[in-house]
Structures are given as structure tokens and as C-alpha cells.
């Protein structure tokens, strides 16, 4: 987190007092470095230069209007796998011929939505879904581009919930079934396939099983002698959570897809998500109450699960940091927890720790992926605000949700 880091012993977002926005804000709050987004984009872009790829970034990771507005400034589209997130990314002022919807479920009036907007592409994800999409274009007298989302059967070697793209996940159609459909598919006079599309999972750190998609996909293109406009090959690309992570050579991958798509002579789609804002933001949240356990102590938090499920939901690790460091030591086991009444509310346990004290602040970091698009009003608890820095200057870019208006709905 190069734009996050300790200025002496005190955590600074930019050019920023992280203490100091926490004592006139309030915790919790989720809280973004705008140049580490616009960095991180950047470099994205430039390590795929030879390929001039299509880069739709993945709504789904973070979808405040601000980060959309600011990612689309500098040049993204959005991949969506809803009609809010669809709505959202207009709204930011990303055009529509640079979104693309994905989805296992899409409903008609979504479909009918996407159509009207003229979007990009649309993937489609079974042959049901493609003759609805047929039957919307045919009243419409128009034709429709789609890309069809194909399961490859690979092993992304990540959290198998958050593993897409095997033959016992939902995504996509097999490639024997594709193979079958594509006979269908010509037979539908309103459509026009464009694309294929692969995702096969997240936070992934090698780029072994990508290369094994680039082989089958070449495989199934040239058997079915396919002329696509795009191929879009998702995202999934990891980020350090710890020092034992080791990130995706990207520039590797490049070359491989370079290769790829000279051959066959289309224009490639990207996806990330969390490799572009993962990084990017930290839950800063104060230290409401420190108890004795029996073989541990417990520093219970005032965010909870709500505010950010990952932990709960994929055992995922975040580093927590202390917002102002010192050299004294908490001896034994402590564990962070939050007030939500579920056991799974927690976020990380620490041996031999610095020494905290009540109405202390820290931060869990590499938030800005999964964050606030994961967090909810369990407990009837209000959505937490989410500030974004640019150098020296901060801004609110959602408030903290009014607790009478939640409980009045």
C-alpha cells in the first residue's frame, strides 16, 4: 500500500493524518487512496499496452460512484453482473459501448434493460438465457451482440468460494456443451456472437491455469472456425493480503496473450476488480472494549461482519495495524472481534502485539475490494460512511446511513 503507510509512528493515507480524519469523522469508516486506484489502473493498462486491451473494471468489487467516475476519467469501462450495477456505471458516466453484463441469472427485464441501453456485450451464460435475449431482439427488430461465458473445467487454485470456473461451478456452459449450442445459435436470426468469455476465479496468484485457458480457448475457436470480434478473459488477478502472497506476473501473462490474440485477430477484454482497488483502502475502526478471556484477550471493535464479511465469509486474512505505532508489547493471544452476535464475527488473531489501550484506532487492511459491495444492515446496523483521499484533501463519498431511516423502512 504504497499511498498508505506510517509517517514516523502515525498512519497516513496520502498526505493525511489517518487519527485525525478518525477523530472528526467517526468509526467506523471505510476510507480510499484515489492516486493508489488511479496508480494501480494505470499500471494495469501499461504492463497490457501491446494488447490495447479493453479494461471493463469489475463493478462488483467496489461500486461507489466516485471510484467509477474516477476509474472511467481515465479511460475503464465496467463489467456489471446486475441492472443496478449497470444503472450505477451510466450514472458514473461510463459510456455503454464499454459495459459488459454478465450474470447466471439475468432476468427478461434486465435483459430488456441492457438491450435498450446498448451496451457492449452482453455474456450469456446458458442457451436459455440466449433465445430469451433473441425473443427481446426479434420485437425489437433488432440484432443483438452477445458473447456466450464458457466453463473451461480449470482449477484457478484459489478459495473454492470464490472458484469459478470448474465443471461443478455454476458459471458458464461447458465447451462440449457450447460446441453442441453453436449449431443453435446460427439458427437465431437476432443475435450475432461476438465473444466468448472466461472467468474461472479470484484472487488468483499464478499464471499457470490462465495459460491453460488460452490453450483450450484456441482449441475450441479453431474446431468451430469461430470469427470473434472479442475475447473476454475475466479477471481474478490476486493482490498481497500477507508477505507470503506472491502476485501474478502479470507481464508474463502479457506476452501470452499478446501471442494469443495476434493470431486471431480480436480485440481482448479485461475484468479486474480487486487488483485495481484492493490495495487501495483501509476500515479504520476504534477499539470499544478490551476483555480478558480465558486463554486470550479479546479487542472487540465497534465495525462488525456487516461492515466487512470477508473474514467471515472466505476465512480471508487482513492484516489489522495500529493507527499510531509504539514499542511496548501485549503479552499472549489477542483476537479482534466485532459486536455482531455470531461467533464468525472476528478479524484476526495476534500473538505478542503492541500494546492497545480502549478508544484506540486501527486499521484492517487491503479493504478496497469486497468491502462496502459485501456489507449489510445485520443487527440492524446502518452501512458506514466511505471517504477517498487525493493528497491532501478528503471528501465524504457516501455518509454514514441515518439510523432512523433504516428502522423506519
Request: proline share 3%; net charge positive.
Amino acid at each position: 500500500m504504497p499511498n498508505i503507510k506510517y509517517v514516523g509512528k502515525n498512519l497516513f493515507i496520502e498526505k493525511l493524518s489517518v487519527a485525525n480524519i478518525a477523530k472528526k469523522g467517526g468509526t467506523p469508516f471505510y476510507i480510499y487512496s484515489e492516486n493508489q486506484i488511479k496508480e494501480n489502473y494505470i499500471k494495469f493498462v501499461n504492463t497490457f499496452k501491446k494488447i490495447k486491451p479493453l479494461v471493463c473494471f469489475a463493478t462488483k468489487s467496489n461500486s461507489n460512484l466516485s471510484i467509477l467516475r474516477s476509474l472511467g476519467k481515465l479511460g475503464a469501462g465496467t463489467d456489471v453482473v446486475s441492472i443496478g450495477e449497470l444503472l450505477k456505471a451510466l450514472k458514473a458516466g461510463i459510456k455503454a459501448n464499454k459495459i459488459v453484463f454478465s450474470g447466471v441469472g439475468k432476468t427478461e427485464e434486465e435483459l430488456k434493460i441492457a438491450i435498450n441501453k446498448k451496451i457492449l456485450l452482453i455474456n450469456c451464460e446458458s442457451e436459455s438465457e440466449t433465445k430469451i435475449i433473441n425473443k427481446i431482439a426479434k420485437r425489437s427488430n433488432k440484432k443483438v451482440s452477445i458473447g456466450f461465458r464458457l466453463n473451461p473445467d480449470i482449477d484457478a487454485k484459489t478459495h473454492k468460494k470464490i472458484s469459478t470456473g470448474k465443471a461443478n461451478n455454476k458459471f458458464g456452459v461447458s465447451i462440449k456443451n457450447f460446441s453442441v449450442f453453436f449449431k443453435e445459435i446460427k439458427k437465431l436470426k437476432n443475435i450475432k456472437l461476438e465473444a466468448l468469455s472466461v472467468h474461472i476465479g479470484s484472487q488468483i496468484l499464478t499464471d499457470v491455469p490462465y495459460k491453460r485457458v488460452l490453450t483450450v480457448l484456441s482449441k475450441l475457436i479453431k474446431n468451430l472456425n469461430l470469427n470473434l470480434k472479442y475475447i473476454d478473459l475475466g479477471g481474478g488477478f490476486g493482490i498481497n493480503y500477507n508477505k507470503k502472497d506472491k502476485p501474478i506476473n502479470l507481464k508474463k501473462y502479457s506476452n501470452l496473450v499478446h501471442s494469443f490474440s495476434k493470431k486471431l485477430n480480436c480485440k481482448i477484454i479485461f475484468e479486474p476488480g480487486r487488483s485495481i482497488v484492493g490495495n487501495a483502502g483501509i476500515l479504520v475502526s476504534k477499539i470499544q472494549y478490551i476483555k480478558n478471556g480465558t486463554n486470550k484477550k479479546f479487542i472487540i471493535l465497534n465495525a462488525g461482519m456487516n461492515d466487512f464479511m470477508r473474514p467471515a465469509l472466505y476465512d480471508a486474512h487482513h492484516d489489522i495495524i495500529p493507527i499510531k505505532k509504539n514499542s511496548k508489547k501485549i503479552k499472549g493471544i489477542i483476537e479482534f472481534v466485532g459486536p455482531v452476535c455470531e461467533s464468525t464475527c472476528k478479524f484476526g488473531k495476534y500473538k505478542n502485539y503492541q500494546k492497545i489501550y480502549e478508544n484506540d484506532f486501527v486499521a484492517i487492511t487491503n479493504v478496497g475490494a469486497y468491502g462496502t459491495s459485501l456489507s449489510s444492515n445485520y443487527n440492524t446496523r446502518p452501512l458506514i460512511a466511505e471517504i477517498l483521499v487525493n493528497k491532501n484533501k478528503f471528501k465524504f463519498i457516501r455518509k454514514k446511513q441515518n439510523l432512523l431511516k433504516l428502522i423506519s423502512a
